[in-house]
């Protein structure tokens, strides 16, 4: 064996070949011609420019455009081997931001797409447990995602009462919690709503939609993007092994996101849900009163969007028994969903224990299905809507 990969294997961290010791000294190898054939590339892109620039003024005009070319094709070549060497073989995935700008992407765009649409609104629960695609294959609809992590479905649903162009579907992932919630003036999609609806906002169209163009085109494809990832870590692909951080969750393009939940801390998870359910019982109260007041308030926009032609289907998305226990002994279905819920708020409603179909599944985490079942979750939901007809 060559004593240069005997030495790499011997190296100390502190050595100056920017290498991590590793015992395969023909990985090692690889990873060298990898890179002395990069910065090899390098220095010769550099070479070339730094003799451009004299001569007569046409060689002058002809070597710039020389050097932007080589400008774009050495962004093109990191883009490479960040891509294609490191990050892919890491196993990072590419993740949109799921911030306000995605979601007033989301929302023009559902301005737009007018009776053949359908649009999902309310909490991660609806978020991370509807498949968009399988309804737009099942329905020939195009599907808005609009629930907001962390929030309740009301502002939101206010919103697109108002507005005169939403006549299609509307599906509301609402539970009992939602019309006792104390943190409903503080709701994100009230901040959000007040951006879209911004005095700024029409100056900012035609540069949004750029942007969001960008964006996809960034969160669709690179997975230098992926989120957990410091940006000083994305210079050292090749020797850093702890240079991708994999979150369990993935916000895709279109905002529906995915929970692979084997790459969660469950035991971590499993104490999440024992403080959401003590959560449930501090967080949330309200009388009766207060209750009916807030079904009769949603039902006074469910017949707007009503008399425009559209359709409003509230939807109780399944919880783990755990969760729904401690919901259960906060507000009863008998009493609250089945009692006042159905009989005031004007329009269809299923709730999963109605429905054997829609309970026959795991949440670890107590409240959200992973991305492996969320297809046939919605599957199953399409058909308990298709026998509400």
């Given amino acids: 064996m060559p004593s240069s990969i005997s030495n790499f294997r011997a190296c100390p961290k502190s050595a100056l070949l920017p290498l991590h010791c590793v015992k395969n000294g023909s990985k090692i190898l690889m990873y060298w011609r990898v890179h002395s054939g990069f910065f090899t590339i390098f220095a010769l892109l550099i070479s070339k420019i730094s003799t451009l620039g004299t001569g ?8 710039w455009g020389i050097c932007y070319a080589l400008a774009i094709s050495l962004f093109l070549l990191i883009v490479a081997v960040w891509e294609g060497t490191a990050i892919h073989q890491k196993g990072a995935q590419s993740t949109a931001i799921d911030n306000a700008n995605l979601w007033i992407q989301a929302r023009e765009k559902a301005k737009l ?4 649409s359908t649009i999902v609104i309310g909490s991660s629960r609806a978020q991370l447990g509807t498949h968009l695609k399988t309804i737009e294959a099942a329905t020939k609809h195009r599907v808005t995602q609009l629930a907001i992590d962390g929030s309740v ?5 206010q919103d697109l009462a108002d507005d005169p162009s939403i006549n299609g579907t509307v599906i509301v992932d609402a539970s009992l919690t939602d019309f006792f919630s104390r943190a409903a003036s503080v709701d994100k999609s009230r901040e959000w709503l ?5 005095p700024h906002q029409k100056n900012q169209f035609y540069y949004q939609r750029s942007e969001g163009v960008l964006d996809f085109l960034l969160s669709d494809y690179l997975r230098a993007r992926t989120m957990g990832i410091k940006p000083y870590r994305h210079g050292w692909p090749f020797w850093d092994q702890k240079a991708v951080h994999n979150d369990y969750l993935r916000t895709l393009p279109n905002r529906e996101k995915q929970a692979d939940f084997t790459k969660a ?3 971590e998870l499993s104490l999440n849900q024992i403080k959401m359910a003590e959560m449930l019982k501090k967080e949330y109260g309200g009388q009766s009163w207060q209750f009916l007041n807030r079904v009769q308030e949603a039902a006074r926009l469910v017949k707007k969007i009503q008399a425009r032609g559209g359709r409003v289907i509230f939807v109780h998305y399944p919880v783990s028994d755990e969760i729904y226990a401690f919901e259960e ?3 009863p279905k008998m009493v609250y969903w089945d009692g006042v819920l159905k009989k005031n ?4 409603t299923i709730h ?3 429905y054997l179909a829609l309970s026959d599944f795991e949440f670890p985490d107590g409240t959200h299905l992973d991305y492996r079942d969320t297809e046939r979750f919605t599957q199953c939901l399409l058909e308990v809507i298709s026998s509400l007809n």
Avoid at 113 to 116: D, F, R, S
Avoid at 153 to 157: C, K, N, Q
Avoid at 194 to 198: E, F, N, R, T, V
């Fill in 56 to 63: 007569p003024r046409k060689k002058m005009n002809r070597d």
């Fill in 113 to 116: 797409v007018g009776k053949h």
């Fill in 153 to 157: 479905f009301f502002y939101v649903l």
């Fill in 194 to 198: 007040a951006l879209y609806h911004g």
């Fill in 265 to 267: 801390n469950l035991h």
């Fill in 329 to 331: 002994q906060l507000y």
């Fill in 345 to 348: 708020i004007g329009t269809e």
């Fill in 352 to 354: 999963f224990k109605d």
